[in-house]
């Protein structure tokens, strides 16, 4: 895959160099564009420059205004004026542009906020797991989360290097426009635990007789008697058949437990004959087999490090993609547990309460330390969809469920970006989880149809970069 380079100015502050460069990196990366950046004098015929002094530039520059009051913002640690936002028309779209001026807008200011996840800095509400919730975010105060907001902005550059003869060649996914990755996170490997069975039935049916009626009542006991007397547990057939069904169309990536540490953990054993034989499937297959840290690993350095000796010990490779339980994810020390444990690639960007874009991107990026002000060697193939939100939190049905990601995925093939979707193999019990299944298999279905490379985050991400990982 070729790359061109582009000859690039920045004239910002020292404070905001490293932003600076960064944002304009992950602009450029998906057209095939890589930054080489140098002084305003070293600009000859083509090249972008981003600062305020516009003298003396050729014709030729593209420039890039910046706002006036976006470096002092990045050094304060504040939420944004939503009185300043200005809405601009993109490919027939209303977008919010964060910050702008007189001589135009700012794309790398307002880039950079959405991709570094600031306002996950700057605002400290959490719900009851530690996780940033999509009620406290920009994108639900704007009602922008089902729009890649980064990627629009991104064609407006796309417009600027055509318009000036720069060559640019949009990166593909294996030969593909663009790329779906179906992942699996195995929280449980057996259905029928005690646990379960008093918690979802016995306590299921004493808090809820008085609202059924007798047939609805008698209905849900024989699904519970035919579903427990079954041959084979529900979740690991439903693991089955996700592998399979998966392999029809290309890879996948499954996220396998290797510890618990607390109530919301369920421990199940990696050597176990089972999943010693579904491992060994999936690995013929070409499936890549990732680690799902136990609940308190997003923030306890031995839990993160021993699980994936673990997991190492037992596929036979050391994992390189990450999911944490539960999306819980803390900016200032997950990112780092997860690249001192030896990880390339998290997929745990995504909101619990809804499906969407958190970073305002369909597009693979760099992590970025805002305490540090640096970019980290660890990319976010950026969580789209996931079941347990589509019916648990917002209540979809499954045509409801269907549509909407659908929908998501369409902005994903606009521009040539990637659609990670995240099932549970819970759809095994299909009393319970109704219509999960069916989602499952539909959405995987429609990627295919519609020209998506269907294939597990690493190998997507490899096949977008052009090189290991």
């Known amino acids: ?48 420059y981003y600062g305020q002094n516009l003298s003396g530039l050729n014709s030729g520059i593209i420039i890039l205004p910046i706002a006036s009051d976006c470096e002092a913002f990045y050094q304060m640690n504040q939420p944004i004026d939503l009185n300043k936002i200005k809405w601009v028309d993109v490919l027939g779209v209303k977008i919010p542009v964060l910050f702008s001026s007189e001589k135009g807008d700012d794309l790398v200011a307002s880039a950079f906020y959405w991709l570094s996840g600031w306002h996950e800095w700057t605002v400290h509400t959490r719900d009851q797991h530690g996780r940033f919730p999509h009620s406290a975010s920009l994108q639900e105060k704007l009602k922008v989360t089902h729009l890649p907001v980064v990627d629009y902005y991104r064609s407006l550059i796309q417009d600027e290097l055509s318009s000036t003869q720069i060559h640019f060649e949009p990166r593909s996914w294996v030969a593909k426009d663009w790329a ?9 490997l057996k259905h029928w635990r005690l646990g379960m069975i008093f918690r979802e039935k016995v306590e299921y049916f004493l808090l809820n007789a008085r609202k059924m009626n007798t047939g609805e009542r008698w209905r849900r006991l024989f699904q519970f008697v035919k579903s427990y007397y079954s041959p084979g547990d529900a979740f690991q057939k439903a693991l089955n058949m996700m592998h399979h069904y998966i392999r029809e ?20 054993k990696l050597n176990q004959p089972y999943l010693q ?30 699980e994936r000796s673990l997991l190492t010990q037992c596929v036979g490779e050391a994992p390189v993609s990450v999911r944490n339980h539960y999306l819980r994810y803390q900016s200032t020390i997950t990112p780092h547990l997860q690249v001192g444990a030896g990880f390339r690639i998290d997929s745990s960007l995504g909101y619990a309460e809804c ?18 002000n640096q970019v980290m060697d660890l990319w976010e193939m950026p969580l789209l969809i996931m079941d347990g939100s589509l019916f648990n939190r917002e209540n979809l049905s499954m045509n409801d469920a269907i549509s909407k990601s659908a929908d998501l995925l369409l902005q994903c093939k606009k521009f040539g970006g990637v659609g990670v979707a995240l099932w549970h193999n819970v759809m095994g019990e299909e009393m319970d989880y109704p219509g999960w299944k069916e989602h499952f298999e539909h959405i995987i279905l429609w990627s295919h149809q519609h020209g998506a490379y269907i294939g597990s985050l690493r190998g997507a991400l490899e096949s977008w970069l052009g090189h290991q990982v």
């Open 1 to 48: 895959m070729r790359n061109s380079k582009l000859p690039v100015c920045l004239e910002v502050g020292h404070n905001y160099m490293s932003k600076a460069k960064y944002s304009i990196r992950m602009l450029l990366q998906p057209l095939g564009v890589s930054p080489i950046f140098m002084s305003k004098s070293e600009l000859e015929c083509q090249g972008i």
């Open 180 to 188: 779906f990755c179906p992942t699996i996170d195995v929280d449980y």
């Open 249 to 268: 169309y290309g890879k996948g990536t499954v996220f396998f437990k290797a510890g618990a540490h607390g109530p919301n953990d369920v421990r199940y």
């Open 277 to 306: 034989k579904m491992i060994r499937n999936l690995q013929s297959d070409s499936f890549e087999i990732g680690l799902h840290p136990s609940y308190h690993a997003s923030d306890h350095q031995g839990y993160v490090r021993d």
């Open 355 to 372: 499906s969407g874009f958190r970073n305002g991107t369909c597009m693979p990026f760099l992590k970025f330390d805002c305490r540090n």
